[in-house]
C-alpha cells in the first residue's frame, strides 16, 4: 500500500538523552518546519476562516475524521484513551489516509498486521482501530461486511515479574521521602500511577482506628474508599503530619507560598508530569543497580555476568500494581475481595489473578499446608458407577 500524499499535519518524535520525547511537527505538503508546538502548527496549516476544505467521502482519512468527530468519543472514552486513540489514529491517516476504504478486505488486514510482526502490541492495537473504524463504516451503511471483525491477535505474552520484598526496602532505602511514599502507595493501595498521584491529604480519613483514602479512578470513574494497609501507614501519617509549602512566583514578579495538598507533590509543589515523575524514579532504580553491580563484582562476579543479573532482575513501575494483586491472592483474598481494592470487574480480576498468579511456589506451599492440616477422612466422593450399582 503506498504512502499517501496529503496535506496536514507531518509528526516526528524524537528521543531526548534523558530518555524522553519531544515531537517536531511539519507541513505534510511542503516540507516546512513548524515547531514543537502542536496547537501553533495546526493554525498555521489550517485553512482560511470559512474555506471549505473538500475530504473523498470514500478515503479512509475520511472515515477517521468522521470517527472522531462522534460524541461518543468524547463521551464514553477517558481522555487518557482519547488520547492513545489520537495517536495511533495519526498514523493511520498518515499511513492509509489516501486509500478507499473498501479496499481494506481481510488480506490488507493481514498484510498490515504482518508489518508490525516486530511490534505486537502496536499492531494489536492498530488492527483493534481498523475494527472500530470499519465497523463504523458498516453502521454508516458504505461497508456491508466489517474484514477487521475477527482477525487473529499477535500473541504478547503479559509480563509476569513482581517486587520481591527485598527489592521494596531496597528501594526504599535510597528513595527521597516522596518517591518512597509513592512507592508504598503503588504497591499497597493497588492503584495505577495516575492516581496515585492525585490523592490528597483532604481525602484520607479515620475510621475505628483504621485509615481511609478516598479516590476516584480517572480511567474508569469508580469512586472507591480505600482501607490503608498497615505497612503503609507509617509513611502516609508522616505526610500528614508534615505541611508542605511551595513558593509561587506570579507573571508580576510577586513570590507567595502555598500549600500543597498532594500526598505526593512535584519538586514543584503541582502535580506530577508524569514523564518527570518517570524520570526522578528511574534515577532511584539505577541507584538500586549501582548497589546490586557492587556487591556482584565483590563477590568475583564478571561484568556481562553483573549486567544480565541486572536486567534479570529489572523491576518497573507498571510491576507495582501487579505485585500488589499477586500479594492480595497468596494471603488467600478471594477474587471479590481483590476487585473491591483494584476497582476491577469481577471477571476481569479473575483473568488477571489467572495470568499472574498461576503455578507460583508460594501459592503451592499453602495450598500443601492447607491439606496437611486437613483430618484425614475418607473422600464423601461416590463414583457414579458405585452409585448406580446401590440402586439396583
Request: hydrophobic residues 40%.
Amino acid at each position: 500500500m503506498g504512502r499517501p500524499r496529503k496535506t496536514g499535519l507531518k509528526v516526528v518524535r524524537k528521543k531526548r538523552p534523558d530518555g524522553s520525547f519531544i515531537e517536531y511537527f511539519y507541513d505534510r505538503q511542503t516540507g516546512k518546519p513548524l515547531g514543537n508546538d502542536r496547537e501553533a502548527a495546526a493554525q498555521r496549516v489550517a485553512p482560511p476562516a470559512g474555506a471549505a476544505v473538500p475530504e473523498d467521502s470514500n478515503t479512509f482519512s475520511w472515515l477517521i475524521t468522521r470517527y472522531l468527530a462522534r460524541p461518543e468519543f468524547e463521551t464514553k472514552l477517558s481522555p487518557k484513551t482519547q488520547k492513545l486513540y489520537r495517536g495511533y489514529l495519526d498514523e493511520m491517516r498518515t499511513r492509509y489516509g489516501d486509500l478507499p476504504y473498501r479496499a481494506f478486505g481481510p488480506e490488507a488486514i493481514e498484510e498490515i498486521k504482518a508489518g508490525f510482526a516486530r511490534q505486537p502490541r502496536k499492531a494489536n492495537q492498530i488492527i483493534g482501530l481498523f475494527r472500530i473504524l470499519l465497523g463504523y463504516a458498516v453502521k454508516l451503511r458504505r461497508l456491508r461486511d466489517n474484514p477487521a471483525l475477527r482477525p487473529e491477535m499477535l500473541p504478547t505474552p503479559p509480563r509476569t515479574q513482581t517486587w520481591a520484598h527485598a527489592d521494596e526496602d531496597t528501594f526504599l532505602d535510597l528513595a527521597p521521602a516522596s518517591q518512597r511514599l509513592a512507592m508504598m502507595l503503588l504497591i499497597y493501595t493497588a492503584q495505577r500511577p495516575s492516581d496515585v498521584l492525585a490523592m490528597t491529604t483532604n481525602r484520607v480519613s479515620e475510621q475505628d482506628g483504621r485509615m481511609f483514602i478516598l479516590l476516584r479512578q480517572q480511567k474508569t470513574g469508580e469512586l472507591m474508599n480505600l482501607p490503608v494497609h498497615r505497612k503503609l501507614e507509617p509513611l502516609l501519617r508522616e505526610r500528614l503530619a508534615r505541611r508542605v509549602t511551595f513558593t509561587k512566583v506570579d507573571p508580576d514578579g510577586t513570590r507567595r507560598e502555598f500549600e500543597s495538598l498532594l500526598l505526593v507533590p512535584s519538586p514543584t509543589g503541582l502535580p506530577w508530569a508524569y514523564r518527570n515523575f518517570s524520570r526522578s524514579w528511574d534515577l532511584v532504580v539505577r541507584r538500586m543497580n549501582f548497589r546490586l553491580a557492587r556487591s556482584l563484582f565483590r563477590l568475583g562476579w564478571k561484568k556481562d555476568d553483573v549486567r544480565a543479573e541486572i536486567e534479570a532482575q529489572h523491576r518497573q513501575r507498571r510491576d507495582l500494581r501487579r505485585t500488589g494483586v499477586v500479594r492480595l491472592a497468596e494471603a488467600g483474598a478471594t477474587v471479590p475481595q481483590i476487585a473491591s481494592v483494584t476497582g476491577w470487574g469481577i471477571d476481569y480480576c479473575q483473568r488477571i489473578v489467572d495470568t499472574y498468579l498461576p503455578r507460583r511456589t508460594e501459592v503451592a506451599i499453602g495450598a500443601m499446608e492447607l491439606w496437611e492440616k486437613a483430618p484425614a477422612t475418607d473422600s464423601k466422593v461416590v463414583s457414579l458407577g458405585l452409585a448406580a450399582r446401590r440402586k439396583r
